[in-house]
Every structure is written in structure tokens, then in C-alpha cells.
T-cell receptor
Framework: SQQGEEDPQALSIQEGENATMNCSYK?????LQWYRQNSGRGLVHLIL?????REKHSGRLRVTLDTSKKSSSLLITASRAADTASYFC????????????FGGGTRVLVKP | KAGVTQTPRYLIKTRGQQVTLSCSPISGHRSVSWYQQTPGQGLQFLFEYFSETQRNKGNFPGRFSGRQFSNSRSEMNVSTLELGDSALYLC???????????FGPGTRLTVL
């Protein structure tokens, strides 16, 4: 079974709006990462947040991590059409053999 | 710095054949991981190689194998292809394996 599960599975918003997606996981982690994938292409790393961190920012991206709830969220502010992509969380956990385990992804559509 | 390259980009094979995919990591990266991505199963970890040794392995049958050369380039091989092996195969390189990963564009394998 997958360590990370994203919610929602799909999201449709207007340009300029914020997009929020969540990731829940099952076991204690070393770090959690977010990736973006444009249709049928390779993944691009967005942010890595370590288990002892609670929030990180990168440009229009904000990631939070709540280890007590075993969940993380990715917020994209002021979305653009170019943000249309699938977003995946990936966890690094000792219980999973310290290999990255990806969730099912959230498909985001930003309408111009 | 050149990115991760994968060859070939597209491949069509028939059931029962075998296939070899190649991945050249970013210069200096010693870890190479392989993933299979399908609409039904999502992103699934195949294996990771670090300094020519397989360090981690996912839950795939023995038909899936890989290796890494002394220059960190990696190959994966799938023998006795099945229809269900049709997928996007992604390679990713990193310094250590469970931190930020840099993905290649993928090889789209179609098994007829």
C-alpha cells in the first residue's frame, strides 16, 4: 500500500486563486517531499521538509508538516495556468526501507 | 549541468520480448532509482542503485532487473514482457537516494 495519499485527487481552480492539496502518510518519516509532473513527463522536485520542520516556503509554494497527524499540505498561491500539473508527495521512512514512496497525486487544473 | 537523460524515449515491443532501458544520471550523483508509472498503480518504486550496488528493491517480479556501472550510468531490463508492463519508466538520480531526486523525462514502453 502507498505510504502517502493525496487529497483531493483532482482540483480545478481559476487563475489567481490558491490551490491547496493534502498528503497523509502512515508511518514516521525522515522527510517528506513534493514533486510536480507535467503531463507524461518526468517529475520536478518542489520542496523537501524534514520531520523536525513545520513549515517551508519556496516562491509561491508553502508546505506544512504536522507529524502528530501524519499529514502535510502544499499551498500554491496566486495560481497560474502554468501550474496545471499533477502534484505528488513522497515520503522517506525507515519503515519503508528508506526509499521514497510516492502517493497517488493530485491533478490540478488552473483555468485562465 | 546536464540533467538526467534516458534512452530510448519511446519503445514498442511485443509480449515475450525483453527490453533494456538506459539512464545517465547527473554528474556526481551516485544514486539512481527507477520507477514505473501507470494510470492504475501510480508511481511504483522498482529499485535503487548506489555505487554499483542495489541498495533497495520494490515489489516487482524477478523479470525486472537492473545494474549500475562504475560511471553511475544505470540500465534496467525487463524480460518476458507482458501487456501489463506497458508504462512510463522513470529514472531519478540524487546524491544520497532519499533526498531531492532529479528525474529524467522517462521511457514510454508499449507492449503489444
Amino acid at each position: 500500500s502507498q505510504q502517502g495519499e493525496e487529497d483531493p485527487q483532482a482540483l480545478s481552480i481559476q487563475e489567481g486563486e490558491n490551490a491547496t492539496m493534502n498528503c497523509s502518510y502512515k508511518t514516521s518519516i525522515n522527510n517528506l517531499q513534493w514533486y510536480r509532473q507535467n503531463s507524461g513527463r518526468g517529475l520536478v522536485h518542489l520542496i523537501l521538509i524534514r520531520s523536525n520542520e513545520r513549515e517551508k516556503h519556496s516562491g509561491r509554494l508553502r508546505v506544512t508538516l504536522d507529524t502528530s497527524k501524519k499529514s502535510s499540505s502544499l499551498l500554491i498561491t496566486a495560481s497560474r495556468a502554468a501550474d496545471t500539473a499533477s502534484y505528488f508527495c513522497a515520503t522517506d521512512a525507515a519503515a519503508a526501507g528508506n526509499k521514497l514512496t510516492f502517493g497517488g497525486g493530485t491533478r490540478v487544473l488552473v483555468k485562465p | 549541468k546536464a540533467g538526467v537523460t534516458q534512452t530510448p524515449r519511446y519503445l514498442i515491443k511485443t509480449r515475450g520480448q525483453q527490453v533494456t532501458l538506459s539512464c545517465s544520471p547527473i554528474s556526481g550523483h551516485r544514486s539512481v532509482s527507477w520507477y514505473q508509472q501507470t494510470p492504475g498503480q501510480g508511481l511504483q518504486f522498482l529499485f535503487e542503485y548506489f555505487s554499483e550496488t542495489q541498495r533497495n528493491k520494490g515489489n516487482f517480479p524477478g523479470r525486472f532487473s537492473g545494474r549500475q556501472f562504475s560511471n553511475s550510468r544505470s540500465e534496467m531490463n525487463v524480460s518476458t514482457l507482458e501487456l501489463g508492463d506497458s508504462a512510463l519508466y522513470l529514472c531519478a538520480s540524487s546524491w544520497q537516494g532519499n533526498n531531492e531526486q532529479f528525474f529524467g523525462p522517462g521511457t514510454r514502453l508499449t507492449v503489444l
